[in-house]
DNA sequence: GCAGTGTATATTGTATACAAATGCCCAAGG
DNA sequence: CCTTGGGCATTTGTATACAATATACACTGC
């Protein structure tokens, strides 16, 4: 998007993520504008947008406040992530090319390099993993799955996730990858479907176990 | 929302659905700012809720047009809808409450009393089919989930399939609730997922059956 | 004749002023 | 002391003016 509305919605998504907005906190258009450095228009665009991700809740009479994400809503998103895009690599592999497959190969060897060294590149990990689940979606044929994904894939969410994961997590992410590449040479829809929905689970636990009993705000704190 | 937005909103949308605007024409601002009596800033919020429902789409620089819908997106739309809502009914078992299930089975009455008569009231059958599928949404305790389908849920396709239902058809979908109350009864999550896929799958058949060959135009034309 | 470029025009993005609505506070009455 | 009502302050909704950007098209040079 433009360049103000982006400040906005970047500004008003790392003051909630870092905690210096804490849950429940109003959310007055006014002051947003004055924090961004925007107006009230690309400010009132971004709240839009973060209300999509639930970021941001509105009351019956449309003001805003900062939701509060227990660990529970972080379940329900990888729960319902890992359906959805369990049904990404179904429906990715039944329309398998040789051409996608030879993409996600190199996408995953990318991963591998990332990861070879003793301290593993986590940026570059990330890039590929993302990439990695992109061409799945884009291969799954489907735009309004995409589009649900697209709310449902917090990028913070991940980061946090991916920097707490030790070399071998990271390792056991590319060889899950790895067994995605099998499923998908076979064009065995059900074998992607449950390696995927593993793939993501054992993400949302790694998630778990490194934020157990911490609120919303010191998980942000914690990154 | 507030009056000037949803009129936008209303007026936009079914100036697409009526086939008004045909797939593909240009959505410009101040034109349909015009049209429907309201600023351009409502507009624009009108176009952002009809993009994320698929009905609109933007080219790489922020131009709106009116998407175009063909059979295989509704298939689509419905497959994931499927899907979440049987999701969405087997977490509704697994929370159900004897309260719920009363409520349930009221709404299923005031179905069965709406399409009992020779000429049944289909406006009154969409409005307990409304109801019966809020209820399990709100049972199921994901917002997440309810938030994704909202998008998913076109009332005016349900609409146009409930009308191009004979008597026994509309009869069949309230059979089908009722199993779904058995279901619920013995909080069977799986026969509960089961019941609701099989049910929306069904519904899916019923207008790919009303129209097929049709082009979205005609489709619209055709309510 | 064609490619590339610059300018005119149309369209979207942003700021701001004003209108409508909501929430808050305090005071008066029970 | 609690409730309730009015009025002021705050907040959101809408309109409009202006800025930035994209598109269309004619013109130039090859």
Redo the contacts with the bound molecule.
């Keep these: 998007?433009?360049?103000?509305?982006?400040?906005?919605y970047a500004g008003i998504r790392s003051m909630i993520l870092s905690g210096e907005l804490p849950a429940g906190a109003?959310?007055?258009?006014?002051?947003l504008?004055e924090r961004c450095?925007?107006?009230?228009?690309?400010?009132?665009?971004a709240l839009r947008r973060l209300e999509a991700e639930l970021l941001v809740k509105r009351?019956?009479?449309?003001?805003?406040f900062v939701a509060d994400w227990s660990l529970g809503d972080v379940a329900d998103a990888f729960e319902l992530r890992a359906m959805l895009e369990g049904h990404a690599a179904r429906r990715a592999a039944e329309r398998m090319d040789d051409a996608t497959l030879q993409r996600l190969r190199v996408c995953n060897q990318a991963i591998f390099e990332a990861i070879r060294p003793e301290q593993p590149d986590v940026g570059g990990f990330l890039e590929g993993n993302r990439d990695f689940h992109a061409i799945i979606l884009e291969t799954s044929g489907s735009r309004r799955l995409s589009s649900l994904l697209a709310t449902l894939i917090e990028q913070p969410v991940i980061w946090r996730t991916a920097h707490h994961y030790g070399r071998d997590a990271l390792r056991r992410s590319h060889g899950e990858h790895d067994e995605l590449l099998a499923a998908f040479a076979r064009r065995d829809g059900a074998w992607a479907e449950a390696v995927m929905a593993a793939h993501i689970r054992r993400a949302f636990h790694a998630y778990a176990d490194a934020h157990q009993g911490l609120t919303a705000f010191d998980m942000a704190r914690s990154a």
Tied chains: 1, 2.
């Design positions: 998007m433009s360049r103000a509305s982006d400040r906005a109003a959310l007055g258009e006014e002051a504008a450095g925007v107006s009230r228009t690309p400010v009132r665009d009351n019956e009479t449309q003001r805003s």
